[in-house]
T-cell receptor, first 111, second 117 residues
Framework: QKEVEQNSGPLSVPEGAIASLNCTYS??????FFWYRQYSGKSPELIMS??SNGDKEDGRFTAQLNKASQYVSLLIRDSQPSDSATYLC???????????WGAGTKLIIKP | DAGVIQSPRHEVTEMGQEVTLRCKPI?????LFWYRQTMMRGLELLIY????????DSGMPEDRFSAKMPNASFSTLKIQPSEPRDSAVYFC???????????????FGPGTRLTVL
């Protein structure tokens, strides 16, 4: 059974600090990794995708991938109250085109 | 460019009634996914299509659920008869998958919040 694990939180971070979200996955053959943000009552929104080991930066967001350790993380710099949401990690396996989803981490940015 | 469109946004029905949810994917996308989300079970994949053909429906919970994709711009998810435990948010997502480099970025519609009384 392929699994994606996330700490459900809530993770509380003061405004302006760095928020660090982590995700581990079980399938060593996984090729693609995604972070989605979901505001309460809204649909998941793709914010980062990463396909190779290392860091990928996009504005205040940095995704980090370590395939050897089977984890992917998302850093949010200069956290804003508007970043408060649930962050879903999704992993694409090597055998089909389905995403395996984590349960999500609820992030709260305190003003 | 319009995103994924779903209708209705909210549906309240009584147990035993038929429910039909509709989805229009992003133009040019060749994969369409139907998901269900609840607090207890999170985001669950129900079924997905490639070029209008159902590929994997192993996530469909029961025979009461059925899905069709008659053309590249329209899909339906039908529940007949509906039950209270079907209450959830149903999302449709579409994707253009590049197999050579494993790019599979799925874009979600706004969802349909279904309540079965």
């Amino acid at each position: 059974q392929k699994e994606v694990e996330q700490n459900s939180g809530p993770l509380s971070v003061p405004e302006g600090a760095i928020a660090s979200l982590n995700c581990t996955y079980s399938d060593r053959g996984s090729q693609s990794f995604f972070w989605y943000r979901q505001y309460s009552g809204k649909s998941p929104e793709l914010i980062m995708s990463i396909y190779s080991n290392g860091d990928k930066e996009d504005g205040r967001f940095t995704a980090q991938l370590n395939k050897a350790s089977q984890y992917v993380s998302l850093l949010i710099r200069d956290s804003q109250p508007s970043d408060s949401a649930t962050y879903l990690c999704a992993v694409l396996g090597d055998s089909n085109y389905q995403l395996i989803w984590g349960a999500g981490t609820k992030l709260i940015i305190k003003p | 460019d319009a995103g994924v469109i779903q209708s209705p946004r909210h549906e309240v029905t009584e147990m035993g009634q038929e429910v039909t949810l509709r989805c229009k994917p992003i133009s040019g996308h060749d994969y369409l996914f139907w998901y269900r989300q609840t607090m207890m079970r999170g985001l669950e994949l129900l079924i997905y299509f490639n070029n209008n053909v159902p590929i994997d429906d192993s996530g469909m919970p029961e025979d009461r659920f059925s899905a069709k994709m008659p053309n590249a711009s329209f899909s339906t998810l039908k529940i007949q008869p509906s039950e209270p435990r079907d209450s959830a948010v149903y999302f449709c997502a579409s994707s253009l998958i590049r197999r050579k480099d494993w790019v599979n970025e799925q874009f979600f519609g706004p969802g349909t919040r279904l309540t079965v009384l």
